[in-house]
């Protein structure tokens, strides 16, 4: 079996984009996945929830210390609006679906990008993306760790998108 992150470098490459709660109440879940599906990346993983608090402290580990980090969990966690979890796949994706997203804050965010386009504030930017492979692979497996919730199909479109040269 290949790992959660898929095979990074390759074709098969994969990450956890989230649509968050703002996100998800602003009415922004089908732009979001939109840019991702015509860009020709493959949605692999889908689901709507709200996270458990174990969940986002285990997501946001690394933020642990920062002061905004209460503020943080409780806006992921209090059920005002749920979070939709996907996974894609496809050629430089971690890189790219950062690049997508746009900076973490933004106001710093270029025009074009989610948060560039859509938000304002870096404490309600309305989407995740993975930053690496390592973090691909520990928030698949967190949000998406039981049996065939990723789901390896072949997409028709494929050699219409991805080309070696
Ligand atoms: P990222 O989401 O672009 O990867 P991180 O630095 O990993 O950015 O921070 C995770 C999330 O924590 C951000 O997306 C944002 O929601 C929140 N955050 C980061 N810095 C601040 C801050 O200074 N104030 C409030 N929230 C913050
Ligand atoms: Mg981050």
Known sequence: AIPLHGV???????TFIAVKPDGVQRG???????????????LVGLKLLVPSKALANEHYAD????????????YMTNGKA???????????VI???????????PKAAGPGTIR??????????????SDS??????????????K?????WTSNNEEWVVSDN
Not at 82 to 92: F, R, T
Not at 116 to 129: E, V
């Open 63 to 74: 933020l642990s210390s920062k002061p905004f980090f209460k503020g943080l969990v409780d």
């Open 148 to 152: 065939g919730e990723v789901v390896d």
């Open 116 to 129: 560039g386009d859509y938000c304002l504030s870096i404490g309600r930017n309305i989407c995740h993306g």
């Open 8 to 14: 990074p470098g390759t074709s098969k490459e994969r």
């Open 133 to 146: 492979a390592e973090s691909a692979e520990k928030e698949i497996g967190l949000w998406f760790g039981g």
């Open 28 to 42: 922004l879940v089908s732009d979001i996945i939109g840019r991702f599906e015509k860009r020709g990346y493959k």
């Open 95 to 105: 890189k790219q679906g950062r690049v997508m997203l746009g900076a973490t804050d």
């Open 82 to 92: 749920p979070v939709v979890g996907m996974v894609w796949e496809g050629p430089s």
